[in-house]
């Protein structure tokens, strides 16, 4: 994979990490933080799990795009149809029966004496 180079006033250039690495090591913090809210069973495993959704999505396009003209293309576009993509499609599956399993917003009986607001007719 290429590397990020950027030119200095003098004309040298130096190496950083590529955007790619950087971007695989925040998939992979966003990985671990949503099974630790998953192990733990905490609520906001949702919002982890949607984001991470989100990153493979990115990851996949990301990596298939820079390897477009390259022989690592097939080897990019099978990652992303085969495990990218599917783990995307089952997390955010999850969080959607997460969510419909919710009562959100709480449901209240009415006190006595409550009663529910009109209707208006518009």
Same mark, same amino acid.
Do not use: N
């Given at each position: 994979?290429?590397?990020?180079?950027?030119? !200095?006033?003098? +004309?040298?250039?130096?190496?950083?990490? $590529? *955007?790619?690495?950087?971007?695989? /090591?925040? @998939?992979? &913090? #966003?990985?671990?933080?949503?099974?630790?809210?998953?192990?733990?069973?905490?609520?906001?495993?949702?919002?982890?799990?949607?984001?991470?959704?989100?990153?493979?999505?990115?990851?996949?396009?990301?990596?298939?795009? !820079?390897?477009? +003209?390259?022989?690592?293309?097939?080897? $990019? *576009?099978?990652?992303?149809?085969? /495990?990218? @993509?599917? &783990? #995307?499609?089952?997390?955010?599956?999850?969080?959607?029966?997460?969510?419909?399993?919710?009562?959100?917003?709480?449901?209240?009986?009415?006190?006595?004496?409550?009663?529910?607001?009109?209707?208006?007719?518009?």
């Amino acid at each position: 994979m290429s590397d990020i180079r950027t030119e !200095l006033d003098g +004309g040298a250039t130096t190496r950083a990490p $590529s *955007a790619e690495v950087r971007f695989d /090591v925040l @998939l992979v &913090l #966003a990985m671990a933080c949503t099974a630790l809210l998953g192990w733990r069973r905490h609520r906001a495993v949702a919002v982890a799990a949607t984001a991470t959704a989100a990153l493979l999505i990115c990851d996949a396009w990301f990596d298939v795009s !820079l390897a477009l +003209g390259t022989p690592d293309v097939w080897l $990019s *576009a099978g990652l992303a149809l085969c /495990v990218e @993509l599917p &783990l #995307a499609v089952y997390l955010i599956r999850k969080v959607l029966g997460m969510l419909s399993l919710a009562q959100w917003p709480p449901r209240t009986s009415l006190a006595d004496g409550d009663h529910e607001p009109a209707q208006q007719d518009c």
